[in-house]
């Protein structure tokens, strides 16, 4: 039989005791608390690059400059549209000459490119020609292109959805269309797409505001003018629009227009009224189609 160890006297096991090496609990490392401060500094220094390196940080800075600059009423609403309509900008995102799926993405290209044309009105000089050349940029992106613009067809085909979105009668702006479009393989530079667009958006500002003139000169009963009325009002902004002969801006014209004052225009009147004969009526469409023509006559061609 195995002998029963021996227990040690009270005494020796004290000494036993004392002997033994003291463990410090975790808590106690004097360096605990500066390897999570470093940890911790470590991961949000890598977000950091992870969110500069996918573009994310540049996208946001973008996004609120792009707020800043605009100041809309409804900025989140803004910002999600924002968000919404700037994908398809990379370069990778295939060009003009693709295969299938080409339409698509080219409808898509025109979309974001009127959205970003719609975000300032023309008459804020800066934010206009920023948002035009980004929408340059929208259209012209492709991996295969070498050389920077985009083809005429793709510029052609945004003048039209300026003007049809605008809600212009198409025979009313048939004419300016002509003057600035340009051949579809033709290739657009940036000045002349810029001023493309701004001739557009000039054009249907004037239309709306030749609209509201008619209202005041129809009868409402049969939403006609008189025509000795409509004439004399429309000889008045021609000779308004004159005075801007040595413009070359469209806006200068639409300026032009605007001082087309109330004296001015109850003159013409008193002269038109001042006849005796019965007038032939004149149709709101004609109105139009004239008061645009006094404009278009100052657009200069492409070309």
Known sequence: MAALPVPLPP??????????????????????????????????????????????????RAALLKVLEIRPEEPIAFLAHYFENMGLRSPTNGGAGEPPGQLLLQQQRLGRALWHLRLAHHSQRTAFNNNVSVAYECLSASGRKKKPGLDGRTYSELLKRVCRDGGAPEEVVAPLLRKIQCRDHEAVPLGIFRTGMLSCFVLLEFVARAGALFQLLEDPGLAVADRRVGQAVLDTLEGALSAGDMATAPTHYLEAGSRLGPDSLARALDRAASGRRPSAPMAREEFLEKAAALFIAKVKPVG
């Open 11 to 60: 005494a020796k096991m004290a000494a036993v005791e004392k002997r033994r090496p003291a463990v410090a609990p975790a808590a106690n490392f004097p360096d605990s608390g500066r390897t999570s401060l470093s940890q911790a500094a470590t991961t949000a220094e890598s977000e950091e690059d992870f969110l500069r390196q996918v573009g994310v940080t540049e996208m946001l």
